[in-house]
């Protein structure tokens, strides 16, 4: 996809022109020329990303479920214990 001409000089000659204040006229044109010439996001960064955060949330899975099981492990030991005091009672 070919990026089209942006003039800068004259749009924001224009916006001045039109009564907006000369350093916003800048910025406003700074942002669209970002944009027009690759300062967002393209398909393929997006799907770079998606798999990066599907791996992440995957190692998520992991961890929470390493975590769940020792939690489990710690809840059946500690009822061991409180059984095992009730009984010395």
Known sequence: METPLFDTRHA???LI???IQEDHAYAIVTVLDECL???VA??????ELKA????EIA????????QANKTIVTMIALAGVII??????
């Open 12 to 14: 924001t000659d224009t």
């Open 17 to 19: 022109a039109g009564g």
């Open 37 to 39: 010439h690759g300062a």
């Open 42 to 47: 393209k398909t393929s960064d997006l799907n």
């Open 52 to 55: 990066e955060l599907k791996a």
């Open 59 to 66: 190692g998520l899975k992991v961890e929470i479920a390493g």
């Open 84 to 89: 095992a005091a009730i009984k010395l009672f």
